[in-house]
T-cell receptor, first 113, second 114 residues
Framework: DVKVTQSSRYLVKRTGEKVFLECVQDMDHENMFWYRQDPGLGLRLIYF???????EKGDIPEGYSVSREKKERFSLILESASTNQTSMYLC????????????FGSGTRLTVV | GENVEQHPSTLSVQEGDSAVIKCTYSDSASNYFPWYKQELGKRPQLIID?????GEKKDQRIAVTLNKTAKHFSLHITETQPEDSAVYFC?????????????FGKGTHLIIQP
């Protein structure tokens, strides 16, 4: 059973802080993704990666960066957190050669105060 | 880029009746169309998917249809049960490739009335 694990379920951070959200998958998936989920807006793609050290901007990358130093780990970084980044963040992974469906992590609910 | 529209935003049906959720997409290069179910407080789970070389796919009480010409795909749930209550998301592959990710619709809150 594929597991995608997000390190924190809930986070509260202050405006201006640098925030790291971590995601680890254990099934050797090539592709990893970060989405944010907001009521009425669905899931919006922030960044994705199809290989180690590779990253691509999604639809809403502003204010975010990512890091993928190992195949199993994909980190989302909020360089200077702002209140409009309060959201549910979902990590997902999929196998290469697709497209194939995602397996999602449980999500991190981030509140920026 | 890809744009996915999903309707309705809320759907209430009587238990035992059928439910239909519709999505349209903009990019003719999209070739993969999954559907996800998200129960309250849980992660989205893939329930069915269809590829652009297939017009219809069925799995027990759920089915998906695809009309490539109209850029339209739909989820059909028959004999609805209380456990079908959830938010459902449709999605389409971006730029036709798996590594490029999925664009999601805004979701449909399906309510099954007893």
């Amino acid at each position: 059973d594929v597991k995608v694990t997000q390190s924190s379920r809930y986070l509260v951070k202050r405006t201006g802080e640098k925030v790291f959200l971590e995601c680890v998958q254990d099934m050797d998936h090539e592709n990893m993704f970060w989405y944010r989920q907001d009521p009425g807006l669905g899931l919006r793609l922030i960044y994705f990666s199809y290989d180690v050290k590779m990253k691509e901007k999604g639809d809403i990358p502003e204010g975010y960066s990512v890091s993928r130093e190992k195949k199993e780990r994909f980190s989302l970084i909020l360089e200077s957190a702002s209140t409009n980044q309060t959201s549910m963040y979902l990590c997902a992974s999929s196998t290469g050669g697709g497209p194939y469906g995602y397996t999602f992590g449980s999500g991190t609910r981030l509140t920026v105060v | 880029g890809e744009n996915v529209e999903q309707h309705p935003s809320t759907l209430s049906v009587q238990e035992g009746d059928s439910a239909v959720i519709k999505c349209t997409y903009s990019d003719s290069a999209s070739n993969y169309f999954p559907w996800y179910k998200q129960e309250l407080g849980k992660r989205p789970q893939l329930i069915i998917d269809i590829r652009s070389n297939v017009g219809e796919k069925k799995d027990q009480r759920i089915a998906v249809t695809l009309n490539k010409t109209a850029k339209h795909f739909s989820l059909h749930i028959t004999e609805t049960q209380p456990e079908d209550s959830a938010v459902y998301f449709c999605a389409a592959s971006r730029r036709g490739g798996g590594a490029d990710g999925l664009t999601f619709g805004k979701g449909t809150h399906l309510i099954i009335q007893p």
